[in-house]
């Protein structure tokens, strides 16, 4: 799925059009909105698109379904093994460096990203790219991030990035982008701190649907609507935490000298003493239940997530709905990890996102 949005962007920006008729396209994220989302009845928006343009019943993922390598797997058709980015925070331990999305430093840094991007690729075919807070956008190489984009902000509020794409739209034709990406992480956030059936949830659904709502209004009063593409998005799902449902390693691991990297719906592990199948037949006795545990060699290849250097030597998933953790901690204290997750394998139906797109160049009911 996603290698096929990378396909139709491509195409859309690359079609000849003349002067009078340039057509403009808007790729929307919103970021952690479930497929079933939409039948809630807070997107009245959102349902209009799907009407009038062309729908997937559900996009499904990569693994892992985590928002900074899917985000940056729309925009490349790549998997994350291959464009760069395994995890929305990850060690370079080669280097002594670390990849965290609240460091704006190491998110700007191109050496990360080792996929081109739609927005480099449309570049060089002479197109004009935009960005408001796409993940990967901001990068420091000038030739190597849109012509025109905002610096992330997480508390920018939803009518100004509205504004904003609508400021680049109004632009004089020569100036104009060809390609507009947008981001907005309401439903997400709500997902993790309240879970995927809350009340805070559909708030958040609501509120995106009405951001969605402005645009397309703004898109009417700048008389460019019925020549302008909107794609919708979204990165992944949502499951609900399960306090109970959780289970930690240290007790497993216990004697062993290790270090792992994340937690939650997966966990990667390393022995500091070169016993790594040790420690992976230990972890699988104990987790069969509950989580999956490769050898990164062994990861199943549909898994597409063991050809990168940066990934830990033994991984364990977790199945759906199970926590896995790297130490011990109460019920009341898990909570604080949120009552929401995501990052369980790809086939599971919770991790899937939406795909909606309507526009000149969309055939209506497809």
Known sequence: MLRSIIVLLCVLQFTPATAQNKRSTILISFDGFRWDYVDRGFSPTLDSLRRAGASAASLQPVNPTKTFPNHLAIVTG?????????????????????????????????????????????????????????????????????????????QRPYPLRVTGVLRWLALPEQQCPDLILLYFDAVDTHGHQSGPASSQVNNAIAQVDSSLRSLIDGLRRLSIADRTNIIVVSDHGMSEIVPERTVSIDHILAGERYRTQWNGTMVGVESLDGTDSILARKLRDSLSLHAEVFLKKDIPASYRFS????????????????????????????????????????????????????????????
């Open 78 to 154: 790549m998997y994350p093994e291959d464009h760069g980015i395994i995890q929305n925070d990850f060690w370079d331990r080669t280097a002594g460096r670390r990849f965290r999305i609240s460091d704006t430093v190491e998110v700007r840094d191109p050496r990360w990203y080792t996929g081109e991007a739609v927005w480099e690729t449309a570049r060089k075919a002479g197109r004009i790219t935009a960005s408001y807070f796409w993940p990967g956008s901001e990068l420091s190489d000038e030739l190597r991030r849109p012509q025109m984009y905002e610096f992330y902000e997480h």
């Open 307 to 366: 050809r990168n250097t940066h990934i830990p030597p033994v991984m364990v998933f977790a199945k759906a709905g199970w926590s896995i953790l790297p130490t011990t901690v109460s019920s009341g204290d898990l909570l604080n990890y949120g009552r929401g997750s995501h990052g369980y394998d790809s086939d599971s139906p919770e991790m899937h996102g939406i795909l909606i797109a309507a526009g000149p160049s969309f055939r209506s009911g497809a």
